[in-house]
C-alpha cells in the first residue's frame, strides 16, 4: 500500500499528530516524552506567539489506514532574514524503520517549502531555539532529557540516504557532582568583587520572576551569532516565562547581576523529569502532576537546560561562577548525576566550563541541510 500524507487541521488531528511519537517510543527506557499540554500550545497558531513571523503545516503519514510517520514543515522568516538564506525547516518527526514512509514525509515539506520561494530544507529545528533540535546520531543508550529530541538509530540512514549533509552538530556531557574543586572555592569571590558583579541568591521562586525578561534579553544577546537562531520577541519571552517559571526549583537557578541589577549571566536547571514523564505519558491528569511533584522535591540527576552570559563579560569567569553556586546546591541536595543541555560543538565558550568536572560528552545531535535541485 502507498503511503498516504493528511495535512493536520483539526484540534483532534493535533492530539494525533502528537500522540504518534508516544506509540512509537512506548516503553523504550531512554525517550523522554513531552507534556502534551505545552506541544498542543507549541503546535497551534492561536497560542504560540512564534506566528507573528512564521507559518507551519504538519502532516501524518498512513499505511492501509494507520499512522506510520509524522512530520511538521515550518518557515521562520525572521531567521530566513536574519541569516540571509531561504530554507524551510522539517521537525516532529518521527517514522518507522520504512525508507517510503521518511521519503514521502521529507518530499511533501520540501514541496511545501518550494512553494513559498524556498531555495533548500535543513532540521529538525522548531520555530525557536526554546524547542527541540537536533536528530539523535550517537548516544542511543543514554537518557534523554526534556529540551533534546531522542530518535531511535535508523533516523540517521533514512536522512543520509536522501542526500542531506551535516549543517551542525550539537554535543551534550554527563558528569558525576563530587565536592567542588577547590580552584572555584578561591577564584569565586575574586570574579565577584573584580567585575564589581553578585549572585542572586533566592528562596523562592517568585523572588526570580522580576529577572525572567532580563535573562531572555541577555539570551537574545548570548546567542545571536549561533546557528539559526533568531532574537525572541517580548511576547515569546513572557510566554516561556509562563511555562518553564512554575517548574523552578530556585536552588537550582542561579544569576549574576551587574551594580545596576542587570543579569549579566545565568544558569538554570532542573530535577530531571523524565521519568516522571515516562510513568505519566506526558500528562498532568489525573496523576500525571503526582510524579512530577515528586520528582522535583526528591532526584538524584539534575538537567542543565539554559545557560546565557552577556557577550561584555565572557571568558571572564561569570559562568564559573553560576556553576559554581549551581554545583553547590546540587551537591546539597544530594545530586549524583548532572547531564548538560545540547551544545553547538564549536561553543568553546560554552564548552569550556565541564574541563573543570569529571565527565564525559556521550551524546552527539545533527541538524541536515539539503539544497534543493
Known amino acids: 500500500m502507498e503511503v498516504e ?15 504518534f511519537q508516544f506509540r512509537l ?27 507573528a513571523h512564521c507559518e507551519a503545516e504538519y502532516w501524518i503519514a498512513y499505511r492501509s489506514g494507520k499512522p506510520v510517520g509524522r512530520i511538521a514543515g515550518l518557515i521562520n522568516h525572521k531567521a530566513n532574514e536574519r541569516w540571509n538564506r531561504k530554507l524551510v525547516r522539517f521537525g516532529w518527526i518521527d517514522f518507522i524503520d520504512d525508507q517510503e514512509v521518511s521519503n514521502a514525509m521529507i518530499n511533501i ?11 533548500g530544507i535543513h532540521g529538525p529545528l522548531g520555530f525557536s531555539d526554546m524547542d527541540n533540535e537536533g536528530m539523535l546520531i ?46 572555584f572555592t578561591r577564584m569565586m569571590p ?18 526570580l520572576r522580576p529577572y525572567a525578561l532580563k535573562m531572555f534579553r541577555l539570551l537574545n544577546l548570548a546567542f545571536r551569532d549561533l546557528y539559526g537562531f533568531v532574537a525572541l520577541t517580548e511576547e515569546q519571552m513572557e510566554a516561556y516565562t509562563k511555562q518553564y517559571f512554575g517548574f523552578i526549583r530556585p536552588e537550582f537557578v542561579s544569576i549574576v547581576v551587574d551594580k545596576e541589577d542587570d543579569v549579566v549571566g545565568f544558569g538554570i536547571s532542573l530535577p530531571n523529569l523524565t521519568y516522571a514523564l515516562q510513568k505519566s505519558s506526558g500528562r498532568l491528569f489525573p496523576f500525571g502532576w503526582y510524579h512530577l511533584m515528586k520528582a522535583m522535591k526528591k532526584n538524584k540527576i539534575i538537567d542543565m537546560y539554559l545557560l546565557g552570559v552577556h557577550p561584555d563579560y565572557q571568558k571572564k569567569g561569570i559562568a564559573g561562577l553560576f556553576y559554581y ?37 556521550n551524546v552527539r545531535r545533527r541538524v541536515w541541510l539539503k539544497h534543493f535541485d
Open 5 to 19: 500524507l493528511k495535512k493536520v487541521k483539526t484540534s483532534r488531528e493535533i492530539a494525533a499528530f502528537i500522540d
Open 25 to 51: 517510543y512506548k516503553n523504550n527506557p531512554c525517550w523522554c516524552p513531552p507534556l502534551r499540554m505545552d506541544e498542543r500550545k507549541t503546535l497551534r497558531r492561536d497560542k504560540n506567539p512564534a506566528f
Open 109 to 119: 515539506v520540501s514541496e511545501w517549502g518550494r512553494s513559498k520561494g524556498m531555495s
Open 138 to 183: 550517537e548516544g542511543f543508550d543514554q537518557l534523554a532529557i526534556m529540551t533534546s529530541i531522542y530518535n531511535y538509530p535508523y533516523y540517521k540512514t533514512h536522512i543520509e540516504q536522501m542526500g542531506f549533509v551535516k549543517a551542525v552538530d550539537w554535543v551534550q556531557y554527563e558528569f558525576d557532582i563530587v565536592p567542588t574543586p577547590e580552584k
Open 190 to 207: 575574586l570574579v565577584e568583587k573584580r567585575y564589581n558583579v553578585s549572585v542572586v541568591r533566592a528562596k523562592k521562586a517568585k523572588e
Open 325 to 361: 553556586e549551581m554545583h553547590q546546591a546540587y551537591v546539597k541536595n544530594g545530586i549524583q548525576k548532572a547531564i548538560s543541555s545540547p551544545q553547538l560543538e564549536d561553543n568553546t565558550t560554552a564548552l569550556s566550563i565541564w574541563k573543570s568536572f569529571p565527565g564525559k560528552k
